[in-house]
């Protein structure tokens, strides 16, 4: 397990805290939280993991976002663990698949993350992508978990614009508290439509993949000279610059950040980018680097 004094953690802790995001209801969030994609895939990485979110805990990272699909529950369970006597701490995140998003199937779907998560409740409760159940069945199911309290807001992933403003206009659907979708310095297109229009409605944008996923997008950011240039003037590394990116207006743009850690030293990085903030010049230098798109494009999805 990673050493890391007491005073150097409280020191972390408070410059995440400080970076916050409100929901329409008035919670407050951290803007960077933790996602756990690929936790409990592999049973030797386990207690590193448990570990990790239990360190991003610490360190004020206190939004958790997991789902069923990961691992099949394998996710779930590992977070189960990892908030163990700490739940009252915790916004925890899950996500049902849109073939059990109506109906009984919805409520056992969620019954069964709960168990998983060795909780009552959820804070949040997310339909994962668009599916073949009808819409207004998810958003009365939703409903119905909330009234039953077994989920105290509910939200969607993968939604553009298009299907937002579809989303909003049925029964009960302006209740939806967030849409979580890809966002990332070399993934732009949300900001041409999808963002304002989310944070004219007061409904914070969940970033999933903030630095990027593996591969050559990834090595085409973090090896930009002018990036390398601008981490180093702030002492830290490119990965840790692009989600400071992510977050860089998060308390008026309703960003919430949400990378995911596998070992306790990467944890520790994420919560460090909360302390950087990027000056106009250098955002302008990032534009110009990484523009965002003119036009409406289709939204990007993993």
Not at 232 to 252: F, G, K, N, Y
Request: net charge neutral; proline share 5%; charged share 25%.
């Amino acid at each position: 397990m990673l050493q890391i004094e007491d005073q150097k953690i409280e020191k972390i802790r408070r410059a995440v805290l400080s970076r916050k995001v409100k929901f329409a209801d008035g919670t407050e969030v951290p803007a960077i939280g933790q996602g756990t994609w690929h936790m409990g895939d592999d049973p030797e990485n386990h207690q590193d993991e448990v570990d990790t979110l239990r360190l991003g805990i610490r360190l004020g990272m206190t939004l958790i976002d997991t789902a069923e699909l990961y691992g099949y529950g394998k996710s779930e369970r590992v977070v189960g663990e990892a908030i163990r006597g700490l739940r009252d701490q915790i916004f925890l995140v899950s996500k049902v698949m849109p073939s059990h998003a109506g109906g009984r199937n919805l409520v056992s779907a969620c019954e069964s993350s709960l168990k998983r998560l060795g909780t009552d409740h959820l804070d949040l409760y997310l339909l994962h992508w668009k599916g073949g159940v009808p819409i207004e069945q998810t958003i009365d199911g939703m409903e119905k978990l909330k009234q039953s309290g077994k989920i105290l807001r509910w939200g969607v992933s993968n939604f553009d614009t298009a299907d937002m403003k579809n989303l909003i206009h049925r029964p009960d659907g302006a209740h939806c508290t967030t849409n979580q979708v890809l966002y990332h310095l070399g993934s732009r297109g949300i900001e041409v439509d999808l963002l304002p229009w989310q944070k004219a409605q007061h409904m914070p944008v969940m970033a999933y993949s903030p630095i990027a996923q593996g591969g050559s997008l990834k090595k085409q950011l973090t090896t930009e000279p002018a990036l390398k240039k601008i981490a180093a003037a702030h002492d830290v590394s490119p990965i840790q610059l692009l989600l400071a990116w992510c977050i860089r207006r998060a308390e008026t743009d309703g960003v919430i950040a949400i990378p995911k850690a596998s070992r306790p030293e990467h944890v520790l990085a994420n919560a460090e980018a909360a302390s950087v903030h990027l000056s106009a010049e250098e955002l302008q230098t990032l534009d110009r680097l990484f523009p965002r798109p003119s036009h409406k494009v289709p939204l990007d999805l993993l």
